[in-house]
């Protein structure tokens, strides 16, 4: 439901994520037009230091960030997180890529950041009723016998629809969280922020790891990952060239692999014990399943009902796919498809949906 005016909305205290970005700041822009109590606040996650000039973009987004909120005249503030965020997303990104898996840091950019840390300072020490974030991303409130229910539902906009990225959330944080513009698409939002000439309406959307800007992942991984020589082999065994180590690659890669000869290979094994990079070509079977398991299982509400068919997604913008989810050992659940799925990543999530509700997920084992 878009937002409408209310007398109350007054009585009623926001804190927007605002990131510096044309999203964040058109929710920003929806909440006061709806005459909320609104204060902007960004997130420091990550020290410039770190970064050769023009890799990390913090000190500009903060720029964009406070602007906006001047523009708009909403309190704002900015918050210092950089070390929550070493510690609870990139600590575990490169302990995953060490591991020989490919994780995906906005997903726990937002389970451990926005809607972790960030989420309970916000209410307990701003005392705000209501997180905003620029998502992408619905929510549906309703009663049933005086029980509120909140479900996560899919974004308007299909194509940039971000509820990949919130499974890990649950219900009683999204109880108290709003999306303003999941009922917009990216071409409307667009149209809002110049309607409310917003110094940032033409700003480009960023692009890369939550939070720290545009980032070659292998360059970064570099700094904490050593180099390991090792070879690069065919499905078949046959040796065809030499990577700088395992850890740097993902499943279904093809750019970067570093292979000549116009033939186009994709990476379809990490060997880490062997230090062997496997590659074969875009429809090798080796790419090809239709079965995988995830742990660390998370439901946003109470457990769907289980074996049952429902779809999911195994990466972002994916089309959900036909599924049947059953329970394995240990917590574990075992997702059959319908359908072979492509370049399935250890690390990477697979998000549950039924409809257009999310109902949780896991990760990739």
């Given amino acids: 439901m878009k937002l409408k005016k209310f007398q109350e909305n007054k009585n009623i205290k926001v804190i927007v994520a605002m990131s510096g970005g044309v999203d964040s700041s058109v929710s920003a822009a929806l909440l006061k037009e709806a ?8 997130m420091r996650c990550w020290d410039p230091n770190e970064f050769v000039p023009g890799q990390c973009t913090v000190e500009e987004d903060e720029y964009w960030a406070r602007k906006v909120a001047q523009f708009l005249g909403i309190p704002f503030n900015a918050v210092d997180l950089v070390k929550e965020y070493k510690e609870k997303v990139i600590d575990y990104f490169i302990a995953e890529y060490k591991a ?105 959307d960023s692009q890369g790891i939550c939070f720290i800007g545009k980032i070659d992942v292998a360059e970064f991984l570099k700094k904490y990952i050593p180099q390991k020589k090792g070879v690069i082999a065919t499905t078949d065994g046959k040796k065809i060239g030499e990577h700088e180590g395992v850890q740097y690659y993902t499943i279904g890669q093809r750019k970067g692999i570093g292979i000549g000869g116009g033939v186009p290979y994709y990476v379809v094994d990490k060997n880490i014990k062997t230090n062997t990079l496997v590659v074969g070509v875009k429809y090798a079977e080796e790419l090809l399943t239709n079965q995988l398991t995830i742990e660390d299982v998370n439901w946003i509400s109470k457990k769907p009902k289980l074996p049952g068919k429902y779809e999911a997604s195994i990466r972002y913008r994916q089309e959900p796919q036909e599924v049947e989810v059953s329970e394995s050992k240990n917590g574990y659940l075992q997702l059959n498809f319908k359908n072979p799925q492509r370049a399935v990543t250890s690390g990477q999530s697979a998000v549950i949906y039924d409809g257009d509700v999310v109902l949780g997920g896991g990760i990739i084992c």
Avoid: W
């Fill in 35 to 42: 005459g909320y109590d609104v204060r902007g606040v960004f």
């Fill in 100 to 204: 020989g898996r490919t994780p995906n840091p906005d997903v726990m950019c937002n389970d451990q950041i926005k809607f972790g840390v960030f989420f309970d300072k916000m209410v307990n020490e701003f005392g705000a009723d209501y997180m905003a974030t620029g998502h992408y991303a619905r929510l549906q409130r309703t009663t049933n016998n005086e029980q509120r229910i909140v479900k996560l539902l899919k974004g308007k906009d299909s194509n940039k629809d971000q509820t990949y990225f919130l499974y890990r959330v649950k219900e009683e944080q999204l109880a108290r969280t709003m999306f303003p513009i999941g009922e917009y698409t990216k071409k409307e939002v667009r149209e809002l922020a110049r309607k409310f000439d917003l110094p940032n309406y033409d700003k480009k």
